[in-house]
Structure formats: C-alpha cells, structure tokens
T-cell receptor, first 112, second 114 residues
Framework: GNSVTQMEGPVTLSEEAFLTINCTYT??????LFWYVQYPGEGLQLLLK?????DKGSNKGFEATYRKETTSFHLEKGSVQVSDSAVYFC???????????FGTGTSLTVIP | EAGVVQSPRYKIIEKKQPVAFWCNPI?????LYWYRQNLGQGPELLIR????????DSQLPKDRFSAERLKGVDSTLKIQPAELGDSAVYLC????????????FGPGTRLTVL
C-alpha cells in the first residue's frame, strides 16, 4: 500500500538555523511527492512538489529532492524565519489515482 | 480567485446530535474531497467526488456519515448522530481532477463533540 512517514516533532529552532524535516514513503507505483504547510487556523497550502525522480521542488527558500533510491523527499531550508512556524505535511499521490496520502505532520516553531 | 470556502469554521455539539458542514470549491474544479484531520495527524480522505458522482467513499463511515454534491458544485457532509470520537477538523479540498494536480484546501471546520 501507500504511506508516508515523517520525522516526529515538535521541532524548535532559532531564527536563521538550518532546517531538515525527513520524509520517506512507500508506494505501489510511481508517485508524485508534495510538501504542504498549515499555518495556525488555516487550511493546508502547497509548498512544493516533485513529479519524478531527481526532481527538486523549491519555494520560499524551501527545497526537497525526489530520491527514488532512498524513497525520500526531505524538506530543507537554509535559514528559517519566525514566519516559517507552522505544521509541515509530506504527501504523495499515485500517477493512476487522485488520492493523497499524508504523513502525520511535523510542527515547527522558530524562535527569535 | 476565491479559494475553497467552508462553513462553519467551528462547531460544538453534544453527542448524538446531528451536524452538517458545507463546502464551496474553487470555480471550475470538478473534483471535490472531504478529509478528516484528527489532532496531531495528517488528513485522511473520507470521500471524493468527480462532479456530482461519489467515486471513492470507501473510507466514509456510512452508518452515520453522509455526503452529497448536488449539481456538482457545493457539497455537504453530514454526521448523524455525532459521537465523541468524531471531534476533528473536517477539511474540504478541490482540484481540476487531472493527475498530479494540486489540491486546494479550505480552512476546515473544527468539530467538538461533548
């Protein structure tokens, strides 16, 4: 079956620190991979995506590379800001389907 | 462009009471999803519509949950009767339905069952 495993939080970092949130997946086919972000009181917003192996998704300073050999899609940012405080969800969707499979989410708090 | 609209944003009810949630997807989005997000968890799909047809409702607890999408636009998700374990955030999302297409999420309805 399909599943997504994220590193557990919460994660607390100081402003300008380096961020990594690990994500690995299991899929029966060849999925597309996503990172969504959920700010307090809001719905999920797409942060970035990658649709094939070795693709790098990037947005707002965040990056993630689709690694088929390690079935991973780790989220990174070189210098976090207080405004990055949110919950981050890794997700996949199979080529043949329309259903997203989400990880459990990783809460990030950035302190000044 | 207006996003996915959901109402109400918050709902508190006593167990055994009925409750309904409403969703208005982005204009032109044929596919509509209802998810349930328990505290500290990722969203889990309840039902997916293609236009007015429910094409995937395998995760919907049909003994107490029902949904409809009349005319293939707005959708309503109902719980009757609600149980304590139904407390969660109910998210609606929409997309154009093509593979890989981004799903756009509404802000959700936070349900508390007392």
């Amino acid at each position: 079956g399909n599943s997504v495993t994220q590193m557990e939080g919460p994660v607390t970092l100081s402003e300008e620190a380096f961020l990594t949130i690990n994500c690995t997946y299991t899929a029966t086919g060849y999925p597309s991979l996503f990172w969504y972000v959920q700010y307090p009181g809001e719905g999920l917003q797409l942060l970035l995506k990658a649709t094939k192996a070795d693709d790098k998704g990037s947005n707002k300073g965040f990056e993630a590379t689709y690694r088929k050999e390690t079935t991973s899609f780790h989220l990174e940012k070189g210098s976090v800001q207080v405004s990055d405080s949110a919950v981050y969800f890794c997700a996949l969707i199979e080529r043949s389907g329309n259903q997203f499979y989400f990880g459990t989410g990783t809460s990030l708090t950035v302190i000044p | 462009e207006a996003g996915v609209v959901q109402s109400p944003r918050y709902k508190i009810i006593e167990k055994k009471q009925p409750v309904a949630f409403w969703c208005n997807p982005i204009s032109g989005h044929n596919t509509l999803y209802w998810y349930r997000q328990n505290l500290g968890q990722g969203p889990e799909l309840l039902i997916r519509y293609e236009n007015e047809e429910a094409v995937d409702d395998s995760q919907l607890p049909k003994d107490r949950f029902s949904a409809e999408r009349l005319k293939g636009v707005d959708s309503t998700l109902k719980i009757q009767p609600a149980e304590l374990g139904d407390s969660a955030v109910y998210l609606c999302a929409s997309s154009t339905g093509q593979s890989y297409n981004e799903q756009f999420f509404g802000p959700g309805t936070r349900l508390t069952v007392l």
